[in-house]
Nanobody
Framework: QVQLAESGGGLVQAGGSLTLSCEASGITFSIYTMGWYRQAIGEQRELVAA???????NYADSVKGRFTISRDNAKNTVYLRMDSLKPEDTAVYFC?????????WGQGTQVSVSS
């Protein structure tokens, strides 16, 4: 059974930092592209960052230079380091594991940034 368990969300002031973690189980983690998505109230879910099995990363324009995605295949974990947080980064952040037509989601973790 595939499980993606996010952690690390919380409330932070603008300009602060948070690191999200997503630990995967039930999959061969190293061959999956791992991604972080977010969904704000009333908005569609959007891609924040993704990292391929080979370690290539891409980011949404809105977070480039502020967020860093990384993975530790030995720990089956993907991270999202978020710096210089802004109120508009407030959302539920979801972890995603993707390979070919397979896509799995975590339950999400709330990130709230106060001004």
């Amino acid at each position: 059974q595939v499980q993606l368990a996010e952690s690390g969300g919380g409330l932070v002031q603008a300009g602060g930092s948070l690191t999200l973690s997503c630990e995967a189980s039930g999959i061969t983690f190293s061959i999956y592209t791992m991604g972080w998505y977010r969904q704000a109230i009333g908005e569609q879910r959007e891609l924040v960052a993704a990292i391929t099995s080979s370690g290539s990363a891409n980011y949404a324009d809105s977070v480039k230079g502020r967020f860093t995605i990384s993975r530790d295949n030995a720990k089956n974990t993907v991270y999202l380091r978020m710096d210089s947080l802004k109120p508009e980064d407030t959302a539920v952040y979801f972890c995603n594991a993707r390979m070919a037509l397979i896509s799995r989601w975590g339950q999400g973790t709330q990130v709230s940034v106060s001004s």
